[in-house]
């Protein structure tokens, strides 16, 4: 008898134990693009492709509402904005809500999120949290801890946040599994990257997108009236960190007090040892423009390399990260057991249509990169074509972890075509609906319909109707609205767009399709 207890208490010990852990690793504003497993042009980053190389890619993954804040609501409660509340940037997410933390916790998880949050109110559901106030420092970052103190972590936000993943890790209840919410500050603006990696990257000069110089006049509205190009919008010392001491002379370029105030605030930032080496690649930008005066196409030339000389070398301190996740897993023989995800809140123009940011409904900023790898479970080297979206998320963990997906949640879960050799999903069209205006970058609300072959957006405080065919124009340059030989095409997806919006209950705006 007492043997058969010994048994029985074991096994069911061992159950416990075999649920997979669960790492999900979201970076802020990092486009696929930026990931060598999805393009070899631009960077290296052997670690993050590693997750894909020991399990899947997916080429077609996307987001709801393509900015930081509604985006992390949609990954906590599986809901688009409408429903989460959070529709924009500015809005508090309530915390009593019902979320993925609290639904994994009853599950029998240890839960956990560092980094970043953004969601104005505190974590609930965690067993352990420690987040960024806002969108955080690059250097020498407040956190705040679960008691409510805000402290200091000294050095680079992508190593600091690491060295609290490690110590999380370590120091976790290890008698049962866990999910860990792991979110990155970096990339996002201003895009300021460890000295080492901007040594590697400052002198390096990247392909241009062939849309980097497109001609915007002549399109509809929101591409008309939108903030986001690099060459009007992106901020000489403001964002791309020229020492303004060059620009003074050249009237057209003088920075305003508030770029002044932000290039200060930047450089005040940088380790009193390192200072003098970041100025002086910065002052290499700011000769180049007081000796060369570039303007127009010339100018936009010099933005773009600095930007992304600026943002990759951000993204090597995210891979470096990752590969340190990666090597405490295999370290401590929770390989075998951990299912790794990572994503980006959503994707980022680097240069395509001149522009930088997101939001829109297009594809560059409507798409995420998705890699997942979980062994055993997930073919090695795997990919798939099928669009997915993030409401996808949470009932894609809740189903590894083995908890009920709750009916509320828009998203299905994505496991069988992780693990049981489903190519496809019966959902056909995503939905998308982006409302933050008219801060930041002036981008006019609109509701979109995405298929695999079509997609129609819909800017309804204009009033003005989009359609690309995106197997032929794959960078939505040419808008077949008016274009008579899609009238029946057009029909069929504003149908289609009318469903989706009755399916997910959104009708507090946008008015009456037709
Ligand atoms: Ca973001």
């Known amino acids: ?107 029998g998880y240890q839960t956990s999120i560092i980094g970043k949050w953004h969601l104005h109110s505190y974590p609930s559901g965690f067993d352990y949290w420690r987040v960024l106030p806002g969108m955080g420092q690059y250097f020498d970052t407040r956190m705040i801890t679960m008691n409510g103190d805000t402290i200091i972590e000294k050095g680079y936000s992508a190593e600091a946040i690491t ?37 590697e990257y400052h002198t390096k000069i990247f392909p241009e997108p062939a849309t980097l110089y497109v001609d915007t006049t002549g399109r509809g509205s929101a591409w008309r009236i939108q903030t986001m190009s690099i060459l009007l919008d992106m901020r000489l010392c403001g964002d791309l960190k020229v020492d303004p001491e060059y620009l003074k002379e050249i009237p057209e370029l003088k ?30 930008r700011g000769k180049i423009i007081r000796d060369k005066k570039p303007h127009g196409k010339e100018l936009l030339k010099y933005k773009y390399q600095w930007y992304m000389q600026d943002y990759l070398a951000c993204i090597a301190s995210i891979d470096e990260s990752v590969g340190v996740i990666l090597d405490y897993l295999d370290k401590n023989d929770l390989t075998n057991n951990t299912v790794v995800i990572y994503t980006s809140d959503q994707g980022f123009y ?49 189903d590894i ?6 009916d509320w949640m828009h998203g299905v879960s994505l496991k069988p075509l992780l693990t049981e050799n489903k ?38 405080t204009v009033n003005e109707w989009e359609l690309y065919d995106l197997e032929a124009d794959p960078g939505e340059q040419n808008n077949l609205i008016k274009n008579p030989a899609y009238t029946k095409t057009i029909a069929g997806l504003k149908e289609e767009l009318i469903n989706l919006r009755n399916k997910y209950d959104d009708h507090e705006t946008a008015g009456e399709l037709h």
């Open 1 to 107: 008898m007492k043997h058969l207890f010994i048994f029985i208490f074991l096994s069911t010990n061992c159950f416990a134990q075999q649920k997979p852990n669960i790492i999900y690793i979201m970076s802020d504003d990092h486009d696929a693009d930026a990931i060598s497993v999805y393009n070899q042009q631009f960077i290296k980053t052997p670690n993050i492709d590693r997750i894909a190389k020991e399990g899947i890619k997916f080429n077609k993954a996307f987001v709801g509402n393509s900015i930081c804040a509604p985006s992390r609501a949609t990954l906590l409660t599986g809901q688009h904005s409408h429903k989460n509340g959070v529709i924009d940037n500015r809005t508090r997410f309530d915390s009593s809500k019902t979320t993925i933390a609290h639904l994994l916790h009853d599950a």
């Open 163 to 199: 060295t609290d993943a490690i110590n999380w890790l370590n120091n976790r209840d290890k008698s049962k599994p866990f999910a860990f919410f792991f979110h990155h500050k970096a990339p996002h603006r201003n895009f300021i990257p460890a000295l080492k990696y901007l040594e």
């Open 255 to 284: 920075p305003s007090v508030e770029d002044l105030a932000t290039y200060n605030a930047i450089m005040k930032r940088y380790p009193d040892e390192e200072r003098k080496r970041f100025k002086e690649i910065y002052a290499e």
């Open 350 to 398: 680097l240069g395509e249509n001149g522009w930088f940011d997101k939001r829109f409904a297009y594809d560059v900023s409507m798409s995420t990169p998705l890699l997942i790898k979980w062994p055993e479970h997930i073919k090695e080297g795997a990919m798939t074509d099928e669009m997915v979206q993030n409401i996808d998320f949470a009932p894609t963990i809740l």
């Open 401 to 406: 972890a083995g908890a009920k997906i709750p």
């Open 423 to 460: 190519k496809t999903l019966d959902r056909k069209y995503l939905y998308y609906h982006y409302y933050e205006y008219v801060r930041d970058h002036t981008v006019i609300p609109h509701l979109a319909v995405r298929g695999e072959k079509y997609k129609l957006i819909y800017f309804y």
